[in-house]
Every structure is written in C-alpha cells, then in structure tokens.
C-alpha cells in the first residue's frame, strides 16, 4: 500500500511520464528506475529472509554463467550492473528477474532447460522485462486504472447512481480494456528481445521454440505456475521460430567473434 501512496503523491506533483520501450512502444512511466530497484532488491531481500533460496553450488554457477554471458549484451545501466544469481527451492519450473539486478531461477527449471540455450532463452525473456521496465509499467497501469475507477464512483456518486454497480463495470471494462492486452503486449515484446539477446550473445536463438514447447506440454491439464503469470498468444511458436530463423546472422556472428558460451551443469 506504501507504495501507492507513493506513486499518488508522484502523479500529483506532476512528476508522471511517458517514456518509449526498446521495441519502440510508448509506456505511462510514474515511477523511477531507483524506485523500482529499491522494489526489487526488497522483494529479493524478503525471499532471502523467508529462506526461500537453496544451497545448489552448481546450479547456481551454471544459471550465473548463462545470466552472464546475456548481461553482457545488455543495453547500459543493465550491462554493468552487479547481479546476484540464487536458485528458488522451488520445484515448478520458473524464473524471474528484478530490477535492481537480482535473478532467481527456480531449481525445478533444470528439469525441463536441458542446455544452456534452454535456459537462455528463459533468462534472456526475464532479463527482457527488466530492460523493458515492464514492472514499472505495470505499477503505472495498475495506478491509473485504480484512479480510473475511483474517479468513476465519485462522478456516479454525485450523480445519484450506484456508485459501486459503475466501479465494478469501468474496473472490469479497465480491466480488459487497459492490463490484460498490455501483459500481451509486454509478453511479445519480453519474447522478442529475449530471442534478440540470445542470440547476441552465442545461444541459439532456435531454443525458444523448443523451450516454451516443452513448457507448455507439462503439468498436464493443471497449467504450469510459469505460464499464469506469463501469458502467450497462440502466434507464439510460430512467432518464436520466423525470429528465430531472422537472428541466426547474428547468433553465427556472435560465435564467430569469441561470444561462444559454455556453461553446463
Ligand atoms: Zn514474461
């Protein structure tokens, strides 16, 4: 709740935004990168605390070399930032990462990442939100949807309608119309870029196809935790392979001038 206060007393002391994603779409931008890493790096502290992270060495050195190896071919600040990898005691397949440069890979990832490519492609599409500020996006949206709403029962309430039946139909209409088509949208765009760094970085770009595949196959009819926060369109696969084949120039470019990543478990 703190944080919508804070976020309140931002937009009204005008200090609100817009700002454009690296795929080039305009964002409503009401909190800064230093609000969303303190954010982040308190969520990251929380989980320590709760002692959610294990001590698997060699798992976290392999997610490290392979955070790495992307990191690398980051935009700035994100390529020089110190980022601490852990792994989450966790045995569904998932991972995030944080603003502030922290990522956590859940160790029930490495049953269905066979290679590093695999894995790549998990960590380059988080990695991708970071850069995209998605979460920071999503704060925004969240924001305005809620002073959406609250303007909407306020304007019914002066006109003697009632207030709650309007707030619920422009939060559900919000609600559609505003958050759900923008977590698409950031999906795609954390897919996009994701592939991109992959490949600029030595792993191949092609694992995204294989990945979200095999992602999509397990848990059988009860959908992975992964995919409820991560919501796809059914043009995905297609999607993931027509850029796949686009970043293969690349990805043989990056190999060929030392960017060859090995990292294995
Ligand atoms: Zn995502």
């Not at 759900?180 to 030595?202: H, K, N, V």
């Amino acid at each position: 709740m703190r944080v919508y206060l804070l976020i309140s007393l931002l937009l009204v002391s005008g200090l609100s935004a817009c700002v454009t994603s690296p795929t080039g779409r305009s964002q409503l931008m009401v909190v800064s990168d230093s609000q969303m890493s303190q954010m982040g790096l308190t969520a990251f502290n929380d989980m320590r605390k709760q002692g959610k992270f294990v001590d698997l060495p060699r798992e976290r050195s392999y997610a490290t070399c392979v955070s790495r190896a992307l990191i690398a071919v980051l935009p700035p600040p994100w390529n020089t930032q110190q980022w601490e990898v852990q792994i989450v005691g966790d045995d569904n397949a998932n991972a995030f990462a944080l603003p502030g440069g922290r990522i956590g890979v859940n160790k029930g990832m490495f049953k269905i990442a066979a290679d590093q490519d695999q894995l790549a492609v998990v960590l380059g599409h988080e990695l991708a939100h970071v850069v995209s500020r998605h979460g920071a996006e999503r704060v925004s949206d969240n924001l305005a949807t809620q002073m959406a709403v609250a303007a909407g029962s306020a304007y019914a309430g002066s006109r003697g309608d009632t207030a709650g039946y309007t707030a619920a139909a422009l939060g559900l209409g919000a609600q559609v119309g505003i958050l759900l088509p923008f977590s698409r949208i950031q999906e795609s765009e954390a897919d996009t870029l994701g592939q991109r760094y992959m490949a600029q970085a030595g792993f191949d770009p092609r694992a995204a196809v294989t990945l979200w595949q095999k992602m999509g196959q397990q848990g059988g009819s009860k959908p992975p935790a992964f995919l409820s926060t991560h919501p796809s369109s059914s043009g995905r696969a297609q999607t993931l392979a027509r850029q796949a084949q686009e970043l293969l120039p690349a990805y043989q470019r990056a190999r060929s001038s030392g960017r060859a990543p090995t990292c294995h478990l």
